[in-house]
């Protein structure tokens, strides 16, 4: 059997979130063959109740005993001054066996591969890996297996399944993000709240409003919603056995921060449908019609099955809404006198919680009794009229939803009730022996079999002999234990006795050897203290040997997107530029020509230049990439490379191992560790995280080739759906009118900040940041940190504006590193900046970090 038919065949792993012990119970006793959790610290779901040290042991022994496996997330960017407690943390949990660890950040995946190899590493969507030459790099870092980004396509995972030996994660129900996971920065920039820290507060769910350059609201006419960044809830139930076909391990559910309800039916409802798989006829179902409702009842925001046909525009989204919108009730007949009559297109019971949806807005209330005419009744049924009693504002004809199902949540609650376990595997016995002898029993269960044996010998009863009745009664007491006898087979001498006790003890005993799990390979302490040295040994030691390297002259980067910027750029003094990036549709970019060209001017002028690649490519778009790096590497001299994404760093080495490059900020170097990983790649420079603080870059200042963003706009996130093109245009490919490119777009929010809104020519959403990023005035507190190269990304600004900032910033960081003025201020600079910008500035993380 090959790799592809080991992968096509084998059980899908159902894979359950669990915020809380009681929502890991319910995703256990519901099927799951996995769970996934956070604990305490580290944990990309910080506000989940998640899981303290004792819980995480409970869980794992309850979670083992029923064969199921249970993956930890350390899914976030790790600070340096965390990494002692990173390494304590990561050596608890390999003590305790946790079963695989979830992890965005690259410099903790190479740690954990450094000094902890014994560990399982799975690559969190939070790595932004969608394509097979992204996967590809996984492999190298150690991974065993990649969670795909929600975008990728079911072609797409396929061509990926297709080339990796690595077990391939998906997502297939549960909230959406509507960026890119691992290159947002919206909560991070707008409340100081970074979902590559764990604190996304959700700004996407909120209210926008779709306006253009006079701030008028381009969607008063078409009032599609004011959700405009909320999508609806992921739901492939239907898509199962593709996936399975594709070659897909793990079938991922979202919802750590849901309540364990939902957990146990979402799961419930899975299993179901996995079950049905093998018996499946093309174009059936693998839910019912009921289940499906349970499914939609239980929370939704209306259902979508994503990116895994097509982009959907405008049927990916919840406009609006933001929340669960339940299942539709029935209608408002009438209201008198604190009864409100129901027509009713569903069930509805005591407990109930629905919602009225009136011209006012929604009203939500839990209903007490119900009547049917004069008589209370325990129920309404789909076609009845009833009544209830009601003392808000609703009229005839209004539409209501049920948002709870109590008999829902009762079945729910009862599947993970302590005491009413059902997660059971079953035993076959057999009991032999005779007269005069220790009785022998023989307990299998799957392929494990185990043999005890009384203490006591048999004799002869004299009053109740053992019969096969009493000793099923006796031997099947398996009370909590994850158990249940199946078949008895009793060969013992006629008139046999042995005491309830010795039965008693014999069960127990049995039992016992079958929860042993096989011990996994121990590290030692010690060893681990030793390895963790080496490790840091080895750290200083490359630190020391890059300093001997240090440019010895500070440089500024400017980042541009099209050749009249750049010409600007030189004009002004620039004497390292980056060119490329993405390409906007609202302006016209670099050709590949141009690219060439370029480099060549910048070589004979002495400037540094580099080539720098988009921070999103599918599986198509590297191809493309592919086919021009093998044009470039035919040029007189290779381009620098500065590469977005772990997929570019494989692609360009695919042409040659030894090309130049730098990496971008949009890989999160956060740390050290993460630092010298790319830089032990070959990167002849790195740009941090604009996530850091201060004192942050101070420390990784020690190292050489360190750049910094300092001036520019800061991108807020990255998204395959196009708010324009969604509700102004069409859906995406098909019917788009090309709206984005006739005049420039804003989201406004609540507060009335404008967002810029760009499309790249791939027809992805950029969302920029009202202010743009200035650390103007903090240049000499960066030119103290000894950061080798500042950048101002201007790569929507006119030329007039690019040669205006280069020159105000070239002119005031050649005074610092030179000297000339030592008492240099930024009182005449900041005032010319400020003329260009009215919308004012942030100094972005510099001072406040991030949670």
Not at 279 to 296: A, R
Request: net charge neutral; glycine share 8%; aromatic share 8%.
């Amino acid at each position: 059997m090959n790799e592809l038919e080991t992968k096509n065949t084998r059980p899908l792993e159902l894979l359950a979130p669990a915020g809380s012990y009681e929502a890991f119970k319910a995703a256990v006793e519901n099927g799951a063959d996995a769970v996934y959790l956070g604990g305490k610290s580290f944990s990309a779901r910080a506000s989940a109740a998640n899981f303290d040290s004792e819980e995480l042991k409970k869980a794992l022994c309850y979670a083992h005993e029923r064969h199921v496996k249970v993956y930890v997330t350390v899914n976030i960017l790790v600070a340096d001054q965390e990494f002692q407690e990173l390494l304590d943390y990561l050596f608890a949990l390999h003590e305790i066996g946790v079963d695989a660890v979830i992890l965005q950040d690259v410099g903790v995946s190479d740690l954990i591969h450094t000094i902890l190899p014994e560990l399982e590493t799975h690559a969190s969507t939070q790595m932004t890996v969608n394509t097979s030459w992204g996967v590809q790099h996984l492999e190298k870092l150690g991974f065993c297996r990649a969670v795909l980004a929600r975008e990728t396509s079911a072609a797409e995972m396929k061509m990926i399944a297709d080339q990796t030996p690595l077990e391939l994660e998906v997502f297939v129900h549960g909230a959406l993000c509507i960026g890119y996971s691992g290159q947002c920065l919206m909560s991070s920039f707008i409340g100081g709240r970074s979902g590559n820290r764990g604190t996304c507060a959700q700004p996407c769910r909120m209210t926008y409003q779709l306006v253009n350059e006079e701030k008028e609201n381009l969607l008063t006419q078409k009032k599609p919603g004011d959700h405009l960044l909320s999508p609806r809830d992921l739901n492939l139930a239907e898509e199962l056995a593709e996936l399975k076909k594709i070659g897909i391990r793990s079938l991922k559910v979202e919802g750590r921060m849901k309540r364990p309800e939902y957990v146990a039916t979402v799961i419930r409802l899975y299993r179901q449908a996995l079950s049905r798989i093998e018996d499946q006829t093309e174009g059936s179902p693998l839910l019912t019609k009921e289940e499906h409702q349970e499914l939609l009842q239980v929370f939704n925001r209306d259902f979508t099955s994503g990116y895994f046909r097509d982009n959907l525009g405008a049927e990916l989204m919840s406009y609006s809404r933001p929340n669960n919108r339940g299942t539709r009730l029935g209608r408002v007949a009438r209201l008198d006198s604190g009864r409100l009559s129901l027509k009713l297109e569903a069930a509805l019971h005591p407990g109930d919680g629905i919602e009225f949806w009136t011209g006012r807005g929604r009203e939500g209330v839990t209903i007490g009794k119900i009547w049917s005419g004069e008589t209370e009744v325990t129920e309404g049924l789909h076609g009845e009229t009833v009544q209830i009693e009601f003392f808000g504002m609703a009229q005839p004809g209004d539409r209501v939803f049920k948002t709870n199902d109590a008999l829902l949540m009762e079945k729910a609650r009862v599947s993970f009730q302590e005491g009413r376990e059902q997660r059971k595997r079953p035993l076959s016995i057999r009991l032999a022996g005779h007269v005069g002898e220790k009785l022998r029993m023989d307990v299998l269960e799957s392929e494990r079999r185990v043999t005890v044996y009384s203490v006591g010998v048999a004799q002869i009863a004299l009053k109740r002999p053992l019969t096969w009745d009493y000793a099923f009664q006796q031997l099947g007491r398996l009370g909590t234990t994850p158990f249940w006898l199946d078949k008895l087979e009793l060969d013992v001498d006629e008139g046999i006795m042995l005491p309830v006790s010795e039965l008693n003890e014999m069960r127990r005993l049995a039992v016992e050897e079958l929860l042993l799990v096989t011990p996994r390979p121990k590290v030692e302490r010690h060893e681990y203290g030793q390895r963790i040295e080496r490790w840091k040994q080895r750290q200083a030691e490359e630190r020391a040997g890059q300093q001997t390297i240090r440019s010895a002259n500070p440089q500024i980067s400017v980042a541009v997107s099209d050749p009249e910027t750049l010409q600007a750029a030189i004009q002004a003094g620039a004497k390292r530029v980056l060119i490329g990036g993405e390409h906007w549709r609202s302006r016209r970019g670099f050709s590949l020509e141009e690219i060439r060209t370029s480099f060549e001017s910048c070589r004979k002028l002495g400037i540094d230049c580099a080539w720098r690649l988009p921070r999103i490519l599918n599986q198509d778009q590297s191809a493309s990439l592919l086919s021009d790096l093998k044009k470039a590497a035919r040029w007189a001299k290779k381009p620098k490379l500065m590469v977005s994404n772990l997929g570019e760093l494989e692609i360009m080495r695919a042409v040659d191992a030894d090309w130049p490059f730098e990496v971008d900020y949009s890989l999160n170097i956060f740390n050290e560790a993460s630092l010298a990983y790319f830089l032990r790649q070959g990167a002849k420079g790195v740009t941090l995280s604009p996530e850091l603080h201060h004192e942050q870059l101070a420390h990784l200042a020690k190292w050489p080739g360190v750049e910094l963003l300092a001036f520019g706009d800061l991108e807020m996130m990255v998204s395959e759906y196009c708010p324009v093109g969604a509700t102004l245009g069409g859906k995406k490919g098909q019917h788009c009118a090309g709206t984005c490119v006739q005049e420039p777009h804003f989201l406004r929010d609540r507060m009335r900040y404008d967002f810029p809104v760009e499309t790249d020519q791939e027809c992805r959403m950029h969302l920029f940041n009202v202010k743009i990023l200035n650390l103007y005035e903090e240049l000499g507190q960066i030119k103290r940190m000894g950061i080798s190269t500042i950048r101002l990304q201007l790569t929507r600004q006119t030329p007039g504006q690019v040669q205006r900032i280069v020159r105000l910033f070239v002119e005031a960081w050649d005074s610092l590193n030179e000297g000339k003025r030592a008492s240099w201020t930024s009182e005449e600079g900041m005032a010319d900046l400020a003329s260009l910008f009215p919308d004012g500035f942030t100094k972005g993380h510099f001072f406040r970090g991030v949670l």
